[in-house]
């Protein structure tokens, strides 16, 4: 057994959990991550690419929709790398998504989301593969962003700040002494060494996983997860990420990514993050749904298809029925104020696009826990080249 002593153990190795690695460092915080597989091997590294404006929650949904325009910004600035600058489009096709257009647009407006409404011919002309049926077009700054490059520069940078990585090294147990977390036991799946960590504080940023993560610590952390399956087709007939001007349902987005198309994404109820598979009606909805919009996809040969667990939290008063209807929102759980058990915090829910804001919010509560005087700089120092 190896034993070592941080001051702050992070577990999970996907866009929140590099973030808050690298923000921790940052501040000055002795910092280890550790992570089961590989960066950005969960859900950071399996969505469907987009950089979220906003729009998409910005009647149902308005805190995560603010926090998406907010974080957008941010992140153009500092991970231009990762980003390319699309756009995205809110297109009407129907009777019923022209009602729901100035819904839209008013919920756009109440979070600061920019927008401007095209005409039909207009939309035609800007982007001539949508369906000729489109009857507006609303442009929101959605934009395509890489998972991957986003992880490994904030790794990059934690590092350069004097952060620790351990890679494929699953967490197989979280030490407690009483009522308070005390560190990790993990083992490296190369090389076959078993670590204990000692830590002041452990977090828990494993998204999807997060019931299972605390479970090892004797906590229950309730999680409504649900996967969501993308199809990749070759060929990019749209320039800008083309959304369906209604309410969040199946398959109502096409996003370009690198030369290729993403179509999303379907919203599957499960229990395991490790044990669901895609059903061919899936593919074949998403396939549909995009002929409405991009009618050329009828033409274009699939690629492949994939899939990713949505780490969705839902408190114990959360009163939605549908995994749809559940806040894209984040939570920072201080476990020591919910279950009495110091020493352990939960970062869950949000998307990639809102991981630095995630990371911010969580790093905020552990310095002030540990009465460390450090303002986050995430936001204004840029991550380095991956």
Same mark, same amino acid.
């Given at each position: 057994?190896?034993?070592?002593?941080?001051?702050?153990?992070?577990?999970?190795?996907?866009?929140?959990?590099?973030?808050?690695?690298?923000?921790?460092?940052?501040?000055?915080?002795?910092?280890?991550?550790?992570?089961?597989?590989?960066?950005?091997?969960?859900?950071?590294?399996?969505?469907?690419?987009?950089?979220?404006?906003?729009?998409?929650?910005?009647?149902?949904?308005?805190?995560?929709?603010?926090?998406?325009?907010?974080?957008?910004?941010?992140?153009?600035?500092?991970?231009?790398?990762?980003?390319?600058?699309?756009?995205?489009?809110?297109?009407?096709?129907?009777?019923?998504?022209?009602?729901?257009?100035?819904?839209?647009?008013?919920?756009?407006?109440?979070?600061?989301?920019?927008?401007?409404?095209?005409?039909?011919?207009?939309?035609?002309?800007?982007?001539?593969?949508?369906?000729?049926?489109?009857?507006?077009?609303?442009?929101?700054?959605?934009?395509?962003?890489?998972?991957?490059?986003?992880?490994?520069?904030?790794?990059?940078?934690?590092?350069?700040?004097?952060?620790?990585?351990?890679?494929?090294?699953?967490?197989?147990?979280?030490?407690?002494?009483?009522?308070?977390?005390?560190?990790?036991?993990?083992?490296?799946?190369?090389?076959?060494?078993?670590?204990?960590?000692?830590?002041?504080?452990?977090?828990?940023?494993?998204?999807?996983?997060?019931?299972?993560?605390?479970?090892?610590?004797?906590?229950? =952390?309730?999680? /409504?997860?649900?996967? @969501? %399956?993308?199809? +990749?087709?070759?060929?990019? &007939?749209?320039?800008?990420? !083309?959304?369906?001007?209604?309410?969040?349902?199946?398959?109502?987005?096409?996003?370009? =990514?690198?030369? /290729?198309?993403?179509? @999303? %994404?379907?919203? +599957?109820?499960?229990?395991? &993050?490790?044990?669901?598979? !895609?059903?061919?009606?899936?593919?074949?909805?998403?396939?549909?749904?995009?002929?409405?919009?991009?009618?050329?996809?009828?033409?274009?040969?699939?690629?492949?298809?994939?899939?990713?667990?949505?780490?969705?939290?839902?408190?114990?008063?959360?009163?939605?029925?549908?995994?749809?209807?559940?806040?894209?929102?984040?939570?920072?759980?201080?476990?020591?104020?919910?279950?009495?058990?110091?020493?352990?915090?939960?970062?869950?829910?949000?998307?990639?696009?809102?991981?630095?804001?995630?990371?911010?919010?969580?790093?905020?509560?552990?310095?002030?826990?540990?009465?460390?005087?450090?303002?986050?700089?995430?936001?204004?120092?840029?991550?380095?080249?991956?």
């Amino acid at each position: 057994m190896i034993r070592l002593e941080t001051r702050v153990v992070v577990i999970g190795g996907g866009a929140t959990g590099t973030a808050v690695l690298r923000d921790l460092a940052m501040r000055g915080v002795e910092a280890v991550l550790v992570e089961r597989g590989n960066l950005a091997e969960g859900t950071s590294g399996n969505f469907h690419g987009l950089l979220h404006s906003g729009g998409r929650y910005a009647v149902k949904d308005p805190p995560a929709a603010e926090e998406c325009i907010h974080e957008n910004a941010i992140l153009r600035r500092i991970a231009p790398q990762a980003i390319e600058d699309t756009g995205g489009f809110f297109v009407v096709l129907t009777d019923e998504d022209e009602a729901f257009l100035p819904r839209f647009l008013e919920g756009c407006r109440q979070v600061g989301i920019p927008t401007e409404v095209l005409s039909g011919s207009q939309a035609l002309q800007e982007e001539p593969a949508l369906s000729p049926q489109v009857r507006y077009a609303v442009t929101v700054p959605d934009a395509s962003i890489d998972g991957w490059t986003l992880c490994i520069g904030s790794v990059k940078a934690a590092k350069e700040y004097g952060a620790k990585v351990f890679l494929y090294t699953p967490v197989t147990k979280i030490l407690r002494q009483g009522d308070r977390v005390v560190g990790i036991e993990a083992v490296d799946r190369s090389s076959g060494n078993e670590y204990e960590i000692r830590a002041e504080y452990v977090i828990n940023a494993t998204g999807p996983w997060t019931t299972k993560t605390a479970r090892l610590a004797g906590l229950e =952390v309730p999680m /409504a997860l649900d996967y @969501g %399956t993308m199809v +990749v087709l070759n060929g990019r &007939p749209v320039r800008r990420a !083309i959304n369906r001007c209604r309410p969040p349902t199946d398959g109502d987005i096409v996003v370009p =990514v690198g030369t /290729a198309i993403v179509l @999303g %994404t379907t919203s +599957v109820p499960i229990q395991d &993050p490790d044990d669901f598979c !895609i059903q061919e009606w899936e593919i074949d909805l998403l396939l549909e749904e995009a002929i409405k919009m991009v009618p050329v996809v009828e033409e274009m040969g699939v690629q492949r298809y994939y899939a990713a667990v949505r780490p969705l939290y839902k408190p114990p008063t959360e009163g939605a029925e549908g995994q749809r209807e559940v806040s894209r929102a984040f939570y920072v759980l201080d476990h020591e104020e919910l279950d009495g058990l110091g020493g352990l915090i939960t970062i869950t829910g949000g998307k990639v696009t809102t991981c630095r804001l995630m990371a911010e919010k969580t790093v905020d509560l552990v310095c002030a826990k540990m009465g460390i005087q450090a303002p986050c700089r995430t936001h204004l120092e840029p991550l380095p080249p991956a």
